[in-house]
């Protein structure tokens, strides 16, 4: 999964954006270059959930 696949994906549920959120940070969290901080603008995601 990825950062595009995220901003560009249209969820039918506040669980199932939440739940793909939540799987992408833990995969980026498992990268050894790389971690969650880099992505603080994924707020974008959370934000879409509730319009």
Request: glycine share 2%; aromatic share 14%; proline share 2%.
């Given at each position: 999964?990825?950062?595009?696949?995220?901003?560009?994906?249209?969820?039918?549920?506040?669980y199932q954006?939440?739940?793909?959120?939540?799987?992408?940070?833990?995969?980026?969290?498992?990268?050894?270059?790389?971690?969650?901080?880099?992505?603080?603008?994924l707020k974008v995601v959370?934000?879409?959930?509730?319009?």
């Amino acid at each position: 999964m990825t950062k595009e696949f995220l901003l560009n994906t249209v969820f039918s549920s506040a669980y199932q954006a939440m739940f793909a959120l939540n799987v992408f940070l833990v995969t980026v969290d498992s990268l050894p270059n790389d971690s969650r901080a880099n992505y603080q603008n994924l707020k974008v995601v959370g934000n879409r959930i509730y319009e």
